[in-house]
């Protein structure tokens, strides 16, 4: 098992910028790749930055987020944070974290980013 803990969300002023960060813990080892996803009022959860956690640690964006926002490795291998630049008010949504081993996928509580006009 794997326990996901975000923290950072937040009001902030369209334009500006917030940091969130997601902590693993658990079975860390069994990780493939690590995610936020985003999930506005009345609408699906969808990706909005992949992180590998192979040598290569590639990166993925959706393309609404792209030169906006940057996923990155934390202060510690288990910690994934997502720094969000420019922030406008269709960001505003809970943000959940994700992890996905080889045959499940672990999910967060999700924290909430508020943008205000």
């Known amino acids: 098992q794997v326990q996901l803990v975000e923290s950072g969300g937040g009001l902030v002023q369209a334009g500006g910028s917030l940091t969130l960060s997601c902590a693993a813990s658990?079975?860390?080892?069994?990780?493939?790749?690590m995610a936020w996803y985003r999930q506005a009022p009345g609408k699906e959860r969808l990706m909005v930055a992949t992180l590998s956690n192979d040598a290569d640690s590639s990166v993925r964006y959706d393309d609404s987020v792209k030169g906006r926002f940057v996923i990155s490795r934390g202060d510690t291998y288990n910690t994934v944070n997502l720094q969000m630049n420019m922030l406008q008010p269709d960001d505003t949504a809970v943000y959940y974290c994700?992890?996905?081993?080889?045959?499940?996928?672990?999910w967060g509580r999700g924290t909430q980013v508020t943008v205000s006009s």
């Open positions: 658990g079975n860390t080892a069994t990780i493939i790749y």
């Open positions: 994700k992890a996905r081993s080889r045959n499940q996928a672990y």
